[in-house]
Every structure is written in C-alpha cells, then in structure tokens.
C-alpha cells in the first residue's frame, strides 16, 4: 500500500491507496483536518475520485419500458446515479441513438460484482422484449432469456476491448416480476485521460495517489452567457434570444449552430459570451442565413438526403429509416459575396434536456463526430467525407494551371482525335487507352476504372475527347492519367519521379502539383472563419468554435495510385461549405472568403473580396453544364418545374465508394454546382449549392443532386 502526505498550515491529511480483495480505493486519514469543515471539501474530491475508478452503467429501450431500477453490491443497497464520468464517453465512436438515460451505480464498497434490479410495474406478458446496453460486463440474468450470447457495443478509441460496452437482447419471463442482472464493472483507469481531470484536487502519479492545488494559470472559467444576446438572419427575423434559440431556429435546424443552452460554450452565442461587451451592452448580431431558406434546406435534407423521400414542396412522401452512420448536410452560397444563405446538418444525433450531459461529454471527448457540429461545416477526419467525382472539378482547373506551361497538355483539354489520344499516350509510356475501362489497362495491380466498366470511346464527341466531355461524364481514368501528365513530381515519365514527396510546409509542393496548388488555392488546408471580419483580431479562437469550418485536407501522397486516386477526388475529407466555394469560385471566377456574421453590435461585416482564379474557366464550365444537361445529374434537374433553373444551371455530381455492407457498396454521395442569375424570376444573385449524404446506396445523381434541385425550386417558389 502507498501513502502520499501532504501538510496543511493547521492540521495534517493523508491520502491513501488501499487495496483490498484486488480493488484500490483512496481513503483520507488524519484526525484534525477530518473534524475540520475544510475536511468535507477533501472528503468529497476523495469520494469523487473513488466513484469513478470503476464503472458500472446500463440503459434501456424501448423507452417506454417503465420499473425503478435497484442495485446492490456485496449484498448491500448501492446509491445510484444519471451523472456519467467524461471517459465514459470514450466507450462509443458515435452518440447512441434511441435510448433512455444512463444509470451508474455511485459508489462501490470493496466488492466486485454487483447486482443491477429492473422492478417491474406489472407482471411481464409473453413476448416482451427489452434491450439494455450495458458499461460493464454481464455474468447472469434472471427473469429473462437472452437472445444470444451479448453483442460486443464498444467503438471507441479508447476501447479496452470490444467487449467493454455490451448490448443484451432479453425476452422477458412472462408473469416476472423484475429482471435482474449480474455483472462486474469496467475499470476506469484505461479509458480516463489526464485531461478530463484537470478540475481535480486528487491525481494518481506513479502509482501513488497525490494531492494537488489548481493552478492559476489554467483554463480560463466560461462566463455566463448573458440572456440579452440577441441573434437575428438576414432578414431580422428573431433567431436567438434570453438564452435559447428561438422554436423556429430549433425547426430549421440551427439549435447546434446557435446554442442550445447557455453553457454551450463553443455555439456562436457561446462566442459571443466570450467577447468584452463596452459597458455591458448587449450584443446584437445578424447573420447571413435566410430562416425561409434554412427551414426548407432542414426538411428537403431530412426526407430526401436521411431517408431517401420525395418533397414535394410541402411535405416528404416515401422513403426509409436512415441507415446506422448516415450523414447528410446542405450549403447554399451567395457566389458573389460568399454569404452562406443555408447550413443544414443531419444524423450526428439529437440533442435534448434528458441528454445535455451526455452529449456534453461526448462533445468534449469526440468533437469531430459530435451533434453539436453542423456537418455542413464540419467533417470528422474519416473516409466517409471524400467529395469523389465533385472535385474532378478542382483537377480539372489544376489541369487548366499545368495547361499554361505545357501547350501538348493544352490540346489534350481542347479535345484531341482518339487515335491521338492513345498515340501520346504510347509515346510517353502510359499504359492508357480510350477503349479501355481500367487505367492502367491490362494489369491485376492497383488500377482506376470507369463507372460501370464504360469505355472512353462513346463519350467522344464528333470523334474528339477533351476535358469538357471527361467533366461531363466523369471519365475517371481521363482523369486519372492526365493527372500524372500534370504532375511535375513525376518528371513526366511514368517509371520515374517520386509521388510520395512530402512537403516541409504548406503549399510547397504547389509548383509541381498543379492540382494541390489549384486544391489548396479554393481553399483546401484553411479552417474557414465565418465572421465576416468582425471578431477582433485577438480573438481566442478555437478549434470547433461555430464561426469556424473544418479545414478540407488531401491525405498524404506515397505512390503513384494514391496520385490517381486524388485526381478522382478519393483520400481526402471536405465539407459541403467548402466544395460549395469551389462550384461559386468556377461560376464567379474567382475565390470570395464565406461569411456568416453580417453584422455586430452596429458593424457591418468587411465586402468581399473574389480573388481572381487565373486559368481558363470555359471549358471547365462546358463541362459542368454537360453534367446537367445530359450528364450524371441530367435526372434530377428534368423535374416539373426545373425548366428555368435547368437552363441556367452547371453542376458536378460525386460517388465516392467507402465500405460493404450486407453485400452491398455503400458511398458517400455528393452534387455542387451554380445557378446563373435571373434563373429564377428575380433572384439576381448567382447563388452556389454543394449537398452531401453518406452511407448511400445510391450515385451523387441519385441521391445528392435532387437535394439541391429540391432547395432551389424552394426558392423559386418562395423568392428571393
């Protein structure tokens, strides 16, 4: 047994591990300090600190399911408690849906096992099913059957082993009345981190438990967020105020954006919080969302992007659950100006008053997959954000970069005869042919295909392919080679040069890969932030504030495939706010820096600048036009109605595969694109749109591209 002492001015406390029947719990020894009232201030941080060395938590659904819940450990009452431990969270890579809230056992004696009682209203009736996730591992269960042995529900990185967490399927008894199980906790200690307990008074340090003051130079408190602020869209309609977002910000979806409630610390009221007031003022802000626009992007991206519906304007028709994972967001973007008119977010999970804490600790543990992000601005890092075919738009203007030094790669874009194609192609040594559906063609190694095995050959046009036909039928091993006749890393030769060259700094490969360069200079690598210039300059930002985006990323490049790969949009993460820039820098011509925040406290936000593209755009355009034409998203836009916004419509749609599922290859999903002015009668802005869904059986033409066609017929009907 260790002992740590620590000496006060006027009486002395110990702490102490002591190990009994293979558990350690702290115990405070020390007679005057005891007796003493600063005594109940170490008791309590000594009882906290025991509560938490072993957890043992379970929950139900269906929620209907009533009782009172009973627990026993040794055969004595155990106290009970809702609070779960911040590390508790690290059990699970996604927040749990659907069920009712956690109960913990609070405090444990030296006993290891312990008995968790669910007593029944009534007697059990045949067939009744409960299930209960379970932190902790079961041993028994009396008064019920399981269904099989318990299912491993631990996700998270933190994991001990899969087992850690488990789901218990059981068919109640008929005519019990309890159902009780058996189990042993889970020990803390491998899934806490030193960070979660930075508030503590009590650590652990070589094995020895030790006693610590906070230090002044911690993190700061967070102020209270004063009720006065006050949130309003572009139009002045109330969105946020007296501490809670209004019930027609919640309906459109901005309740995770705006904050929930006052200790929502990194919503954009919890920003705000942050910002000296002059004289304790009030703060007062506009943001560049319009609610009309808002509220329909929530429900057309909650019938057609979760579930698969159709919207008719009014309501959803048809459609299906949403798979386990499925995320789905919408942008749409004033092209000009870079005002985001809607930011709609679903499937990271639903946030209430019964689930504040856990999500609270989820948020805190896991930022990036969190319900407190709007996936609209946000993306977690993972596989299932690559932007697939829609960012053959950015290679296609990388090729337009390269195109300006190299005039053979300037007439392969124009559009060459077949037969020339495939000559410069011999000529340079690259395995490609327009009659074949893989690139490199004839080889079992890594290789690119077309969609559905489809030859280059019929996608010519008047006996000629060039980059607006590759666009508009997203031709993947087009794009895949002419991205290696770009790439100077490869010293033009496809047996030479060294694709995984790593930059020392950002952009320092800019030069000899002209589609990074063209990737990072839409802004690929930049974390967005939306204040329109208004936060000061020393502004403590942090990483998951609202006004600030997940940076887009390409995954590091070591061969010569992940070289092609990136070329057709795989291995990398974006968000919907940013292949939005992307589809309005095409349209515009140039780059405008997005915004959300208007104005503030009687400040406007700064104009905006549209830095200049500097490469030819039309037939990148051609191109995107073809897609909507007659392209990959030619369907979705034929609907009654679509006929103005057809007409004036270019887009790019986006399947990026991710996993198998039950036989089948579920994908990431996307469509971007710009509506020319005067499309819609009165609307003189050109306006950007980039939506996304995930977990998708479906191609970007399917599933995506009706969700913006859906958004902008809503503002058809609705006006500018």
């Known amino acids: 047994m260790g002992q740590v002492r620590r000496f006060f001015p006027a009486a002395r406390v110990c702490l102490e591990w002591h190990n009994k029947a293979g558990r350690r719990n702290a115990r405070l020894t020390g007679t005057p300090l005891y007796r003493m009232a600063d005594g109940s201030f170490v008791r309590e941080q000594v009882r906290v600190f025991n509560s938490e060395r072993r957890l043992l938590a379970w929950r139900i ?51 290891g096992a312990a008995c968790i009682t669910l007593v029944l209203p009534r007697p059990a009736q045949a067939g009744e099913r409960v299930q209960l996730m379970l932190a902790g591992r079961v041993l028994a269960v009396d008064g019920a059957r399981l269904n099989g042995p318990p299912a491993d529900a631990c996700t998270g990185r933190a994991c001990p082993s899969r087992g850690a967490a488990q789901l218990l399927d059981l068919d109640l008894m008929p005519g019990t ?76 979806g901005l309740a995770p954006l705006l904050g929930l409630r006052r200790d929502h610390a990194n919503s954009l009221a919890g920003m705000l919080a942050r910002l000296p007031s002059p004289a304790g003022a009030p703060h007062e802000a506009r943001l560049s969302l ?24 009014s309501k959803c028709h048809g459609g299906q659950p949403a798979p386990p994972g499925r995320q ?62 829609t960012f053959k738009v950015i290679s296609a203007l990388g090729l337009e970069l390269a195109a300006q030094r190299d005039a053979r790669l300037d007439g392969l874009l124009a559009g060459l005869p077949l037969d020339a194609i495939n000559e410069m192609a011999a000529q340079r040594g690259f395995a490609f042919q327009t009659n074949a559906a893989a690139y490199p063609a004839n080889t079992r190694l890594a290789h690119i295909t077309n969609y559905r095995d489809q030859h280059l050959d019929r996608r010519a046009q008047d006996g000629r392919l060039g980059l607006a036909q590759a666009l508009s039928y997203s031709l993947n091993t087009w794009f895949a080679w002419s991205g290696e006749l770009a790439d100077r890393s490869l010293f033009g030769r496809p047996d030479g040069g060294a694709p995984d060259l790593q930059p020392l700094e950002e952009g320092a490969l800019d030069t000899v890969r002209p589609i ?43 061969t010569r495939h992940e070289l092609r790969q990136m070329a057709i949009g795989l291995r990398m993460q974006a968000t919907p706010l940013q292949m939005a820039l992307v589809s309005a820098a095409v349209g515009q011509g140039g780059v405008a820096a997005p915004r959300l925040l208007l104005a503030l406290d009687g400040h406007d936000a700064h104009e905006a600048v549209v830095e200049p593209l500097g490469v030819r755009l039309d037939r990148v355009r051609a191109g995107m036009k073809g897609v909507v034409d007659a392209g990959t998203a030619a369907g979705a836009f034929r609907g009654q109605g679509l006929r103005d916004i057809r007409r004036g419509m270019s887009g790019k749609t986006g399947t990026a595969p991710t996993i198998s599922a039950g036989g089948r290859e579920l994908s990431t999903v996307w469509f971007t694109g710009w509506l020319e002015p005067g499309s819609i009668p009165g609307e003189k802005r050109r306006l950007a749109v980039a939506a996304f869904a995930s977990h998708s059986e479906a191609t970007g033409g399917e599933h995506a591209a009706p969700m913006a066609a859906a958004l902008l017929a809503a503002l058809a009907t609705t006006g500018p």
């Open 61 to 111: 659904r269906p929620l209907a399911a009533q009782g009172e819940w009973q627990a026993s450990v040794g055969g004595a009452p155990a106290a009970l408690s809702a609070s779960m431990p911040l590390a508790a969270s690290r059990l699970f890579a996604e927040l749990p849906e659907g069920w009712a809230p956690w109960v913990r056992i609070a405090a444990w004696s030296d006993a």
């Open 177 to 252: 009345r309890s159902l009780t199980v058996h189990a042993s906790p889970l020990d803390m200690a491998a899934l806490a981190n030193p960070a979660d307990q930075q508030y503590r008074h009590i650590r652990v340090e070589a094995g020895r438990l030790a006693w610590h003051t906070l230090r002044s130079g911690g993190a700061p408190a967070q102020p209270r967020l004063p009720a006065a602020i006050r949130l309003a869209d572009r139009n002045g309609v109330l969105l946020w105020s007296g501490g809670t977002p209004t019930a027609a910000a919640i309906d459109a």
């Open 290 to 313: 319009d609610l009309v626009l808002q509220a329909a992007s929530q429900r057309i991206l909650e019938c057609i992007g979760m579930r698969r519906g159709i919207w008719d304007g």
């Open 328 to 389: 789905a967001g919408i942008v749409l973007v004033d092209a000009a100006s870079g005002d985001i008119l809607a930011a709609a977010g679903a499937g990271s999970g639903t946030v209430t008053a019964a689930n504040w804490d856990e999500v609270r600790n989820f948020d805190r543990t896991n930022p990036a997959r969190s319900p407190l992000r709007l996936p609209a601005f946000q993306h977690d890092g993972g596989a299932h954000r690559s932007p697939g075919s």
């Open 516 to 558: 990074a360069g063209m990737a990072r200079r839409l802004g690929f690598g930049r974390a967005w932030r939306l204040d329109g210039g208004l936060l000061p300059a020393d502004y403590a930002w942090q990483q998951w504030d609202a006004l600030q985006a997940s940076p887009a990323r390409i995954d590091p490049v070591h």
